[in-house]
């Protein structure tokens, strides 16, 4: 349902977001990194990273993309420069955010909404809107996760591989996964050492109409496509390019320049600057 080389209507999304190192020298705002395919086999990728101001008070949830509406638009551009058209499904895989970040609850005392899946689907379809008023993507909406402490063990010795964990391409989707929501537990990597932990998917919302044996065979599939390893990875690449891009941009916009002779008081003063970045390397995944 998504890849077919003869139309290329579709585009694969994967955000990230980076808080950065932790410590008294943390800054105050987070990288966004967000990686769109723009070929019709989702093998080659575009980028975006953006900063935004981190809620330091206590409960604040910094995980929300406040700016995806921004980040989504400048993918999308870059799709319409390269084929003249927008594509007409968007599937998101999101990293970073937990359940209690999507699941249904009651509204907060100041009325605000706290749920991230509402406020970024919502932020999705202005940036289509934004581009083009009759522009509406069918649109899938998939959290990816390693954030628990799920593990699977083989029994027979067959099932097993050489590191003794279960052999790569495990499928887990009945028994142990929540009755609130379309999920399952994906071990596409081949365990090198210690316990292999798997990738949790949660599909939120699916307007495109996979199957979920499609869907399990795309993701499985697509992990072995990472640029970076010759063998299957444990997530699908756009949301370890997100992850990288956030990292990166992160360096590239957080180099310190002050010093403690630029400031009276003899202390220490930080500033940040934001690295250039020639034209032609905007275009491409440098952070390969």
């Known amino acids: 349902p998504l890849a077919r080389p003869a139309d290329c209507k579709s585009m694969v999304i994967g955000l ?37 101001i981190r809620d330091s008070t206590p409960g604040a949830n910094n995980a929300l993309i406040s700016m995806l509406d921004a980040g989504l638009k400048a993918l999308l551009t870059k799709w319409h420069e390269r ?4 594509p007409e499904k968007l599937c998101i895989f999101r990293d970073g955010i937990t359940e209690g970040m999507y699941a249904k609850r009651e509204p907060r005392a100041d009325g605000k909404n706290s749920n ?5 689907v919502k932020l999705i379809l202005k940036a289509c809107r934004e581009l083009d008023p009759d522009y509406r993507p069918k649109l899938m ?18 099932a097993k591989d050489a590191s003794g964990n279960t052999k790569a391409g495990l499928l887990v989707d009945d028994d142990v996964l929540s009755p609130r929501y379309s999920e399952f537990y ?17 599909v939120l919302l699916n307007e495109i109409g996979f199957t979920p044996t499609e869907f399990v065979n795309y993701c499985n599939s ?32 957080c180099q310190e320049i002050g010093d403690s002779s630029s400031v009276g008081s003899g202390g220490q003063q930080e500033a940040y600057t934001e690295v250039a970045i020639h034209e032609r390397m905007k275009k491409l995944n440098f952070c390969l």
């Open 16 to 52: 990230a977001v980076s808080h950065g190192r932790k410590g008294p020298k943390r800054s105050d705002f987070s990288m966004v990194g967000a990686a769109g395919s723009i070929d019709p086999y989702h093998a080659q990728f575009t980028y975006e990273y953006f900063r935004q």
């Open 83 to 86: 084929w003249r058209e927008y």
């Open 116 to 120: 991230v899946f509402d406020i970024e």
């Open 141 to 158: 909406y998939v959290v990816v996760t390693k954030m628990h402490k799920t593990r699977f063990f083989a029994v027979d010795t067959a």
């Open 186 to 202: 994906l071990t596409s990597h081949a365990g090198l050492k210690g316990t292999s932990r798997p990738a949790k998917y949660v």
């Open 222 to 253: 697509s992990c072995y496509s990472y640029a970076r390893c010759p063998r299957s990875v444990s997530v699908v690449p756009c949301v370890y390019y997100a992850q990288l891009m956030a990292q990166r941009g992160s360096l590239l916009q």
